[in-house]
């Protein structure tokens, strides 16, 4: 069996071209599968899984599960409204008594940078971050760069601008790692206040104006505010983003090429996309939610594998 280098999924920025390169044609195997009548395989028979959400998801959990099962692993979901963590439970009894109940993989998600290396320090088993706090989202990246692959051939050599909360986006660094790491140009675009200082130190590029950024572009990634993880008022309001970064059909129309819209979801209709855009054929907006069922699967196959 093939290994990453890696026995946990913390981040992309962690991992290897290799590693990236080798999910990805594992995900190419288990996309096959999946669009066959007989969806599963028993490649983790006997491994017990534990998703713990510590916020809340829709695709990503969702998608977990359903890898997790169509590869026949036990799934149990933990979710920390409704648990004991409102009792005041900490992270780590949280995750050592469903440790004690024999888990092998944790997949969690939480509000907190670095949650999910911390626990990675504490246990034996492989943990893989499925989104924490502002900081990574690796398996969106990793289903974001397999799509792009998908529709255009290669990552390497396109140009991919990611529009919108880039402060508080943990699709945004995540995808940057996941991009350039496969030889893609990136650059960045949206409000100055929502741009980190730190941003061109990693190697993007910033553009103010969204028609240059769209011109420039082969893919458009575009990102939902977190108005969640807003303690102040980075625009004056949403209206306002929307005429300036919101993305519309006739944006679409003055570019002299066809383009790639891709979100990472939940979208905001009518805030950074318009539906007529992520309804459209440029949209592989569900293409994205489709794939990350098999990169996933690729994911927990591989460190199922890893030492
Ligand atoms: N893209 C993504 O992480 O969506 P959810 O928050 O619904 O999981």
Redesign the pocket.
């Known amino acids: 069996m093939s290994r990453l280098s890696t026995r946990h999924l913390l981040g992309i920025k962690d991992i290897s071209r290799e590693d990236i390169e080798m999910i990805f044609e594992t995900a190419d195997n288990f996309k096959k599968i999946i669009n066959r009548p007989i969806k599963k395989v028993p490649s983790l028979r006997d491994i017990t899984i534990a998703n713990v959400f510590f916020e809340?998801?829709?695709?990503?959990?969702l998608s977990f599960e359903l890898a997790e099962k169509r590869l026949s692993a036990d799934v149990v979901n933990f979710s920390s409204s409704g648990s004991s963590v409102k009792k005041g439970e900490t992270l780590l009894d949280t995750v050592h008594n469903i440790l004690a109940m024999k888990v092998d993989m944790v997949v969690m998600r939480h509000s907190s940078p670095g949650a999910p290396h911390f626990l990675s320090n504490h246990i034996k088993a492989n943990v893989i971050n499925a989104?924490d706090g502002t900081h990574e989202?690796p398996t969106?990246a990793l289903l974001d760069s397999f799509s792009i692959r998908e529709k255009l051939g290669d990552v390497a050599g396109k140009k991919v601008v990611i529009v919108g909360d880039i402060l508080h986006s943990r699709?945004a660094l995540s995808n940057i790692f996941a991009l350039q790491k496969l030889g893609a140009k990136v650059k960045l675009c949206g409000p100055a206040t929502l741009m980190p200082k730190y941003i061109t130190s990693l190697g993007v590029t910033v553009e103010s104006d969204i028609q240059k950024a769209l011109q420039w572009c082969d893919v458009a990634n575009i990102l939902r505010i977190q108005m969640e993880r807003q303690q102040i008022k980075y625009f004056p309001s949403l209206r306002e983003y929307s005429l300036y970064f919101g993305v519309n059909k006739p944006m679409l129309e003055k570019l002299d090429k066809e383009i790639v819209i891709m979100h990472?979801?939940?979208i905001n209709r009518g805030v950074e996309i318009t539906s007529d855009v992520a309804d459209s054929g440029h949209s592989i907006i569900l293409n994205q939610v489709e794939n990350g069922v098999a990169v996933r699967m690729a994911v927990l196959y591989l460190l199922a594998g890893a030492e």
């Open positions: 809340n998801s829709t695709r990503t959990k989104g989202h969106q699709v990472p979801g939940p």
